[in-house]
């Protein structure tokens, strides 16, 4: 059912007035006031279906299957504009988020407290109840064009915890296509053949674009070399929100490898989009945050100080968010690396320091920079984060191939 | 239930007297003419029970499992013949030609269309429909013993579409089994203790027969070697079918590298089975088409010509079957490799000598031999001819595994 | 619901009083004699739930969730005893024994007899059956660090019989995490973030027993290094018992290497725990059984006797055990290996020696120790063997998801 094209503000939406009778959503009668919560329609006048649902608690309308839609819509369908009354809660931006995941910049804080508010509800899901069986009969291709079986399980669990199935490729780059010289774009059509969704990683940066932009059905970017990654950007925000109860106001340490580590990058990316947010920056001179973040975080009035002195920060934040920091980064530095790694260690110390009420993070694996003593203690969230993702990871799948 | 075997002209039927009145078939009153379409039967009086189903539109009788039968068959077990009446369209040959999938000259053309009228009712098949569920509780294990993703994710993506489970395997030849001096006997025998059907890529020739003939499951030949990939060949002569209307009677142009090309060798061997074919053959001098084809051609009366002008061929055929030319081919004559490179590319001059309802196929993956510009062209097939690979596997798994 | 713990000699069984009125177990009126076999209870006064089975004809009691169980009482939660009046078949040690398999050491003949009963119902499920569903939803991780087809593929089958879903590692130690140089520890608790259970194979000794002190959920040794083997251990004395009608008085010819074939040592261990049975150890000098299986043996009352007689041996005994003989064992001694193969080949005449109820078993893969004329013989029982894999591999999966 051509219904129209949600607008940037999402005050208004069109629809196809010649269609509007024999539409299912006619025998609604039409009126978003009169209309149900989630219900699904379809209209026989197109070969390509629709399914819209409205939540009118929360004034959201989400068009399930938009690339279709715009494909009908480049075919000239004429569109009439329908006034949604209430304000959205959910404000989409100029195109709808959800047709793909490809970088954290893509979602601005409405977008992530609606992810985040199917998340919660898939860690509700229980063996045998119906919400396990939603994404029956649908088939996730994962093409990973470099190995990282911890994202692939999560993702794969996350597919077959909704009742989905999947086709797996641990190893897409000796993929025989590939590696005889066949473009990504050839693939992708090939695969999507195959599939309802793709999620894809890769050595390149870009190429979950060049993907998004060739393919029919939805993608994911599980990572696209030194580019992005944005389920784990997106799984650190929830377990921030599910840790600390809040994202505005909110106290985070930023500590270890920063200038190489994507994720703590695309955590500051995500943390600039709420209010009154303070970031610490404790690294090694030698991997401190680079100046674009920096710059980018000072233009959204976010509050950020480095600093050296992790124990101090500890006792201020949150968060503590650890990463890894690599001996490859220092060259022949030996002793840099050293100290570096000496001198930011979280241990019993530094949870002495923390609040009753803070947690350590971590986007693992981790090796000696959390040590093994602080797993026991409550506040050691990293464990918990990692499951975050499958919660995280349920949820996308279940917006890009069902919508709302 | 045994109920004898179906001999090679389909004219009649042997059934075990003694088993007569203690099977199901018995209750249904065992008169053909009476049995419904498709209905189950099964003996309790033996222990492997067989499904029969009876189409009596199409007068076809087709046994399941005809591999189990055939054991007790061996056991002594008397058969007495029943009369089918009316004439099938489906002629078997001495064998029943589903039991397995081994090479593309095992298929007549009433076989074909058999397999390719079940692939139709394939393309129709919906999430959530119950023809998405036939093969629920049935388990397919892919045995590649070299890798090969895209052929293995499209039996993959066939087997989960129709509601199976699927065991992999990518890389059998590392298979520790067979690395310690497993023989393949061995190792299917191991095999078909964990699954229903076996699906094998092989780097030998005459592998898959070799499965075959150990294995009490059907075997799928997903290509071995040189040899053969009889379910590329299945896909490509459905794909012409699909796109022009027809077999008899169509032109074909066949360009590329014709000498090493198991695809257009096992296409040729296919199209000879339809009337009025007329073949075009165009390729570089080092690798033209090889005499066994043109002489199998000339036997069964099918036209063929070779050419060297990729345009006037265009312009006459109703397929141009592209593929792609291998510079090792060349060996050392790079400046051969080159001039043969730029001489039979399909571009947009191409498409313009070609009729409106020709269309450009090809086996992919596809290098620069298509320019990327026909892409947009509906006369560009070979995407859809890759999707149409998933329809015939799932065909073929549907009659390997439950028969008609 | 916590109703407590399973002693070890199982005469009673622990409540906790102040839940007793607000279980469903209560409603039942908890008199273990009114209650029906299988019958499940839950309550919902704590967080997590568990299952307990009673099942009055075999007077077992299991809890099919103790790890949980075990957190609850570390939480201080009184229990009170409740007595169970009716001698155990079943003989629980002094922790359940299928928490975990980690080792064949671990079962007793009550436990053994237990599994190989569920085993025997497996092999009873057929597709569509409810039986083939009662694993459904529940996922299973395979974290192989070294691959291990035949046995990854059999266990993955036994899941997929009884409709679970897997999370598949093909090649865990290229694990990017694991190469990063994450501890097993933080891969496990990672993983039993995404799965139910994990079947795990390692390339060290030891490695399944910690990654069960880690794990919440339950680990399944598929093989860790020289170390243990336990399935293979089980599924061999099951095919015994199938095969020979009995355990206690068998006669068992182990042959081959009988000083590293780490299956021969744990079939001896296990066949230890019944009686008057007899083995024969059949090997060349260099590969004989090593003193500390002989000692036990001894100590556990077992008669065995080595021989280098195989057509005698193959006379007397119930079963001939053969397994590979390695050439590297042998060092640079080629002439010794060549002696030692040549001698204990088991061949058309070694089948004639046998008796008629005697059979051939081998744990795969065969080399040339047995010869391919030997597999049509009735008495051939490798395939057998391999295929009963499967079945106690099922019947772990649901003893260790399910419980009884």
Redesign the interface.
């Known amino acids: 059912m051509v219904i129209g094209y949600l607008l940037g503000d999402l005050e208004y939406f069109e629809m196809a007035s010649t269609t509007y009778s024999s539409c299912m959503m006619h025998k609604g009668s039409f009126s978003l006031r009169s209309v149900n919560c989630n219900k699904q329609f379809m209209c026989n006048n197109y070969s390509q279906s629709f399914s819209v649902s409205t939540d009118l608690t929360h004034s959201r309308l989400v068009l399930s299957n938009e690339k279709a839609m715009k494909r009908e819509l480049r075919n000239g369908i004429k569109c009439l504009a329908l006034e949604v009354k209430d304000p959205p809660l959910y404000s989409l931006g100029e195109k709808f988020q959800l047709d793909d995941v490809i970088e954290a910049q893509q979602f601005d804080r409405y977008t992530l407290s609606a992810i985040f508010e199917v998340a919660r509800e898939m860690e509700k899901i229980e063996?045998?109840s119906p919400g396990?069986q939603i994404l029956?009969?649908?088939?996730m291709?994962t093409l990973f064009y470099e190995?990282?079986?911890?994202t692939r399980?999560?993702f794969?669990?996350a597919m077959?915890?909704l009742g989905g199935?999947v086709?797996?490729?641990?190893?897409?780059r000796?993929?025989?296509?590939a590696a005889?010289?066949?473009t990504l774009e050839?693939?992708i059509?090939?695969?999507q053949?195959?599939?309802d969704i793709i999620v894809m990683r890769h050595f390149e940066s870009g190429a979950a674009k060049r993907a998004a932009a060739t393919a029919d059905i939805p993608i994911i970017n599980a990572g696209d070399g030194p580019g992005q990654h944005p389920t784990q950007a997106l799984l650190d925000v929830y377990t921030i929100e599910r840790e600390i109860g809040k994202l505005d106001g909110i106290k985070v340490g930023l500590v270890g490898d920063l200038a190489n580590g994507r994720t703590v990058r695309s955590l500051a990316y995500l943390l600039a989009k709420y209010q009154d947010v303070k970031i610490y920056l404790v690294s090694p001179d030698v991997v401190k945050m680079k100046d674009d973040i920096k710059e980018y975080l000072t233009s959204k009035g976010v509050e950020w100080e480095e600093s050296a002195d992790l124990m101090e920060v500890a006792s201020s934040c949150d968060v503590v968010y650890q990463t890894?920091i690599q001996r490859e980064r220092f060259g022949g530095r030996v002793d840099l690396y050293e100290e570096a790694r000496g001198k930011y260690i979280v241990d019993h110390d530094v949870l002495k320091a923390m609040q009753k009420h803070a947690v350590v993070m971590h986007p693992?694996?981790?090796?000696d920079e959390i040590t093994v003593d602080v797993d026991s203690d409550p506040r050691a969230a990293y464990?918990r984060q990692?499951?975050n993702g499958?919660y995280i990871r349920m949820a996308l799948l279940k917006l890009l191939l069902l919508g709302w």
């Open positions: 063996k045998g396990s029956k009969g649908y088939l291709a190995p990282s079986t911890r399980l999560s794969e669990s077959k915890r199935e086709l797996t490729t641990e190893n897409a000796e993929f025989s296509s005889k010289g066949e050839d693939t059509r090939t695969i053949g195959y599939s890894r693992l694996p981790r090796l464990f990692a499951k499958l």
